[in-house]
């Protein structure tokens, strides 16, 4: 059972268009959604978070939009540039014993962004 | 500073060869993680340690597999008679403990295990 749904697989886009990328998820325990960067040979890197207290978080050009209600949350990425063309995860996880970050990753998206 | 390193970044094993693949994490983590990524597809996590104790085995695909992290840094995984579905890249992470999901787990490069 996926728990985490991710969508689009691919995505291209031109410069400066707006990339969203959207999740599902299913577990209403889930109470933290980071999204990570993945670049070919390189392991993933946080891009950015958020907590499901609130409907929207911004750092930069990055966006996360979530909707506990649809159990939904999306990245948008404002004025994409081709150094953005990477592989993007959305990943949930819940507050359990050992208070450790057990993370359930989506499929993945592979963003191409064209100058 | 220095982040997570793990070699060999690249292994070919012959079926039912066994493997070992080590993990660096930042100096002073108390969390570490080990996931397994099938080409194409997301992290699936495999094993958490904190500090030397193996908390949450709850991952691994069989008994084929074993994590240790006797000192509390550095951590093996170990595969025994690799199977070809073993094929995939395994990425370690670690983090401060704090306490809660929170923490920002920080990935290594991985290392690409490929079964023949």
């Known amino acids: 059972q996926q728990q985490v749904k991710q969508s689009p697989q691919s995505l291209i886009v031109q410069k400066g268009g707006i990339p969203i990328i959207n999740c599902a998820y299913e577990?209403?325990?889930?109470?933290?959604f980071p999204w990570y960067q993945q670049f070919p040979g390189k392991g993933p890197a946080l891009l950015i978070a958020?907590?499901?207290?609130?409907s929207e978080k911004k750092e930069g050009r990055f966006t996360i939009s979530f909707n506990k209600s649809a159990k939904q949350f999306s990245l948008h990425i404002m004025d994409s540039q081709p150094g953005d063309s990477a592989t993007y995860f959305c990943?949930?996880?819940?507050?359990?014993?050992?208070?450790?970050?057990?993370?359930?990753f989506g499929a993945g998206t592979r963003l191409a962004v064209h100058p | 500073g220095a982040g997570v390193s793990q070699s060999p970044r690249y292994k070919v094993a012959k079926r039912g060869q066994d493997v070992a693949l080590r993990c660096d994490p930042i100096?002073?983590?108390?969390?570490l993680f080990w996931y397994q990524q099938a080409l194409g597809q997301g992290p699936e996590f495999l094993t958490y340690?904190?500090?030397?104790?193996?908390?949450?085995k709850s991952g691994l695909p069989s008994d084929r597999f074993f994590a240790e992290r006797p000192e509390g840094s550095v951590s093996t995984l170990k595969i025994q008679r690799t199977q070809q579905e073993d094929s995939a890249v395994y990425l370690c992470?670690?983090?401060?403990?704090?306490?809660?999901?929170?923490?920002?787990?920080?990935f290594g490069p991985g290392t690409r295990l490929t079964v023949l």
């Open positions: 990943a949930a996880s819940k507050t359990g014993a050992g208070g450790y970050n057990k993370l359930i």
């Open positions: 100096s002073g983590h108390v969390s």
């Open positions: 577990n209403t325990a889930f109470d933290y």
């Open positions: 340690f904190q500090n030397e104790a193996q908390l949450d």
């Open positions: 958020i907590r499901p207290d609130v």
């Open positions: 992470a670690s983090s401060p403990w704090t306490g809660a999901n929170t923490d920002t787990q920080y």
